[in-house]
């Protein structure tokens, strides 16, 4: 009896196994057959998550800025391989030599997705929106980037003057930024109670067609653009939140383009035949000490401390190669970063003797668990890297790792030795990353760093004209930052994107953004 | 003979109510019946090695030797992700740190956090059920409701939630473990004092005035060690799990010690690159788990009364 149920059983099991196997075969067939070449004028870009919106006034995230900058021009734009900015709605500019008038002059011939005409107006139109007492609480980026601005003047058609209250250089590479600077029609804006979130009209290379939420945003091209008109007749970008998903989608045919990855799927990536976009980025990773009490207080022990820890070897084998090793606070393409100037460089003996006469035993570290767009090993990772490090030189570390938001409290209330963090750039000065150490808010300087002359150069930076004598400034804070080694710089993190092969010229952009209308497909 | 009797009739109460099935004995037939258990012997075997280790690891520890192939907590980033090879047998993890050194170390952990989480809610959980079981009515209603409520929330989210309160480490990692499973215990317990609570000898231990807790330890739970020795060996198997599932979610050691859920969870990242740092500590986690069911398993059958009289 029991002899017969087991064949039975056997035989049911084989059966089983048959009809997933025939069943898999002929849905096989049928993703080879969806799979088929699309038609080629369709690119599709698959993101990891949903734009919050397309006004660019109103929204703050980089997914936001990466369908907006193919929707919208801003009067300036950044160089692709730098954050210098170019022309693009205004044709060039000048800067009153006491630095507070900007008159820019426009693109002529210029016409808004909506068929009304781009001109000085709608320049003024647009900043106007975001300067008290229009502005809105909800406009994250308009203090950032319209906070030194006075007033703007139409002087004619196609000539506008912005007055500012102080000199201010940055203002420059804030015009050329996805969030706040992009020109909105202001048609479009007047017919939507000022928010264009759902209903984009730009002057860009694409025009918006439709949102489906939780699906995809559909653009077509603008047949009328101004400048070189885009390529590929049809973008779509795609959201698939989940990282791996979004590696099978472009392995299976379903993207074209895909951003969000990390190193551990690169060989999948490439084992399907796809190719691996690697982009600098416009961040830093560092570690930060409490220089607000013992026994960080010491600059000699910081620097001690730093010594002990290899960093090109520590970013090599946690980052596989995907992080440049920082030697400054600035990234290299930046205007100011020199290359004379390193920050504190490894030297286990000279450490281990310092550390040894000041009688340092024992540290309290705080860090984060999940992994930053900075630091793609996550932080609890990279504080245990820096723990075995220091236990070479008698120093035991004590770690505690907290979720994000709980981390970002802990930092708040400053009861640490060192702590782990890191900064992605907005606009793509200087001022932008060296600020931090000069940050009122203990949030954002987290070294809680005070230095006054660092403070003065940090202002004397804002107000002085780009060239040589800035960046001579920078260069200087470089120094300064180095001398007092605040923090240990870790990394620079580079963006991983992946394409498909038959996709031509797809970059993304240091600032997070990525251009579309170069962009071919064969 | 008669007159004899009525006088020493007290004492032999006494004796009458004290000759209770001897929990010795108990063991030693348990024992008996194991031995012909195959799989059980295995587990036992396994949970002995297993032991053994931790032992060996710790008293290393505690002497300042080294015992391990290499230091577990020592990182080397030259030496990160080299795949296992005759320096390494299992490898290394990111940091470059010697898996099978780790896995050893974490049978320490494992071993440690399972006994001690089950000590927490057998000691707890079986009070609680005595004192449920044996006093009734509105003690008996109030302790087996919160009881209730307990098992009705998810005992890895229960622990999860006890964690938050407590905050991160192995030692909250232990009394969260062994708070979730009290009711568990309580229950069993509660049930199984229901039952003997009417019999003669506890009867007679009452007559002739032994207090409460003396019926309870001295003359009820001899009774049903059988009962809970099996749930407590299933309990430490539940209980490695559930510390491997802490670990996972990033909610159980002090870095850098090596647990192996926490080891699990880090390299769910490489499962691509680097397979082998996912592969050895889930092995690790199944073997000690597989064999403290065998045991458990063959612990309730050497006991089951129906099992015995085949």
Redesign the interface.
């Known amino acids: 009896m029991k002899k017969i149920r087991r064949i039975v059983a056997l035989a049911l099991a084989v059966a089983l196994v048959g009809v997933t196997l025939t069943a898999c075969s002929p849905k096989k067939e049928e993703s080879s057959t969806s799979a088929a070449p699309k038609a080629s004028d369709t690119l599709i870009y698959a993101q990891g998550a949903e734009p919050r919106g397309l006004d660019p006034a109103l929204v703050d995230d980089g997914e936001s800025a990466k369908v907006m900058i193919n929707i919208y021009d801003g009067l300036l734009k950044y160089n692709k391989d730098s954050t210098k900015v170019e022309p693009s709605l205004a044709k060039s500019w000048e800067v009153s030599a006491d630095g507070l008038t900007y008159t820019f002059h426009l693109q002529e011939g210029v016409k808004f997705h909506d068929g009304t005409d781009f001109d000085a107006e709608a320049v003024k139109f647009n900043i106007d929106r975001q300067l008290p007492p229009q502005v809105t609480a909800d406009m994250a980026y308009a203090s950032f980037v319209y906070g030194s601005v006075k007033d703007v003047q139409v002087v004619d058609k196609k000539t506008v003057k912005v007055n500012l209250t102080a000199p201010s250089t940055p203002f420059l590479s804030n015009l050329a930024m996805v969030m706040s600077a992009p020109i909105v029609s202001p048609k479009a804006l007047k017919d939507n109670k000022n928010n264009v979130n759902q209903v984009p009209v730009g002057t860009g290379p694409y025009k918006f067609v439709k949102w489906a939420k939780d699906e995809n945003i559909v653009l077509v091209r603008n047949d009328e653009y101004w400048g070189t008109k885009a390529i590929a007749k049809n973008v779509i970008f795609k959201f698939i939140k989940d990282n791996s998903a979004r590696v099978v989608a472009l392995n299976n045919g379903e993207a074209d383009m895909i951003d969000g990855i990390?190193?551990?799927?690169v060989?999948?990536i490439t084992d399907a035949g796809n190719k691996i976009f690697q982009a600098p980025g416009m961040n830093i990773n560092y570690m930060a000490y409490n220089t607000s009490r013992k026994p960080f207080n010491d600059a000699k022990l910081r620097t001690a401390i730093s010594q002990a820890i290899?960093v090109p070897?520590?970013v090599?084998?946690?980052y596989q190669g995907y992080s440049e090793t920082a030697t400054s606070i600035l990234p290299t393409f930046m205007e100011g970063y020199d290359k004379s100037v390193t920050q504190v460089s490894y030297n286990a003996e000279a450490a281990a003797a310092a550390i040894k006469a000041s009688g340092l035993t024992s540290v309290h570290m705080i860090t984060y668990?999940n992994p930053r767009p900075y630091n793609s090993?996550n932080g609890?990772?990279l504080?245990?890297?820096i723990?075995?490090?220091l236990?070479k030189v008698g120093v035991t570390v004590?770690?505690?790792?907290f979720d994000w938001t709980t981390y970002k409290q802990k930092l708040k209330a400053g009861d640490y030795d060192i702590a782990f963090y890191g900064w992605i750039g907005d606009n793509g000065d200087p001022d932008n990353f060296m600020y931090l150490l000069a940050h009122e808010d203990p949030s954002m300087n987290i070294a809680l760093y005070k230095n006054a002359e660092f403070n003065k150069l940090i202002a004397k930076g804002v107000e002085t004209p780009a060239g040589p004598a800035r960046n001579a400034i920078y260069t200087q804070l470089e120094k300064i930052a180095a001398a007092d080694a605040a923090w240990l710089p870790i990394s620079h993190a580079q963006t991983l994107c992946a394409y498909k092969p038959n996709i031509h010229n797809f970059y993304f952009h240091m600032t997070g953004i990525t251009p579309l209308a170069g962009v071919s497909k064969q | 003979m008669v007159k004899d009797v009525s006088s020493n009739s007290d004492e032999n109460l006494i004796q009458a109510a004290e000759y209770v099935e001897k929990p010795e004995s108990q063991l030693k037939e348990m024992w008996e019946t194991l031995k012909q258990n195959k799989a059980a012997v295995v587990g036992l075997f396994i949970i002995a090695l297993l032991a053994l280790i931790a032992l060996a690891v710790w008293g290393s520890e505690l002497l300042g030797k080294q015992i391990l192939p290499y230091d577990p907590n020592y990182s080397d980033m030259t030496k990160s992700f080299i795949w296992p090879n005759a320096e390494h047998w299992f490898g290394t993890d990111q940091l470059g740190r010697d898996m099978l050194s780790r896995i050893l170390d974490g049978t320490k952990i494992s071993l440690f956090v399972g006994v001690a989480a089950v000590a927490i809610s057998l000691s707890i959980g079986v009070m609680l059920g005595a004192i449920a079981g044996y006093r009734g009515g509105k003690t008996d209603a109030f302790i087996m409701r919160v009881m209730d409520v307990m098992l009705s929330i998810p005992s890895i989210l229960l622990a999860i939630a006890f964690m938050a309160a407590l905050g991160k480490g192995l030692d909250k990692a232990v009394i969260a473990i062994g708070l979730v499973s009290i009711p568990e215990y309580a229950r069993i317990v509660r049930g199984s004092i229901l039952s003997v609570k009417e019999n003669d000898y506890v009867q007679a231990a009452k007559v002739i005035g032994n207090k409460d807790s003396r019926i309870i330890f001295k003359h009820i739970l001899p009774n049903i060690i059988s009962l809970i020795v099996v749930r407590a060996t299933l309990g430490i198997s539940t209980a490695v799990l559930d510390t491997a599932a802490l670990g996972f979610l990033g909610l159980g050691v002090q870095p850098p010690y090596a647990e192996w859920g926490d080891m699990l969870g880090r390299a769910r990242g490489f499962i691509f690159t680097a397979p082998y740092t996912l592969i050895f500590p889930g092995i690790a986690i199944t073997i000690i788990v597989l064999a403290f069911n065998l045991l458990g398993d063959g612990l309730r059958d050497a006991l089951d009364p129906k099992s015995r009289i085949k």
């Open positions: 990390d190193a551990t799927v060989k999948q290899n070897e520590l090599k084998s946690l668990t090993a609890q990772a504080a245990e890297a723990q075995g490090y236990s004590k770690i505690d790792a």
